[in-house]
């Protein structure tokens, strides 16, 4: 977020960011990491290349593969 911040914001600015804007900002910033995983699921195949929106706006996936291989394989290596 600070290196976005840097690289698109004037020296001279004239206005600060107050809180909801930093946690804003912030959101966005974990939802294009959630997006980049995402993206890169499914270009491995892991998940299939079909999202859905949801009229909330929540991005919608289909999680068998993660239920049926990853987490037991997690909850098995965490034990």
């Not at 600070?2 to 698109?8: G, H, N, P, Q, Y």
């Not at 699921?41 to 919608?60: T, W």
């Not at 999680?63 to 987490?71: G, H, S, T």
Request: proline share 5%.
């Amino acid at each position: 977020m600070v290196e976005m911040a840097v690289c698109s914001c004037p020296e001279e600015a004239d206005a600060e960011p107050d809180e909801l804007d930093i946690s804003t900002f912030l959101g966005y910033a974990i939802l294009l990491f959630h997006l980049g995983a995402w993206s890169d699921a499914i270009r491995s195949s892991l998940y299939p290349s079909e999202i859905h929106i949801s009229s909330f706006g929540q991005v919608m996936l289909d999680y068998d593969f993660e239920k049926a291989v990853l987490l037991p394989y997690q909850s098995m290596f965490g034990s």
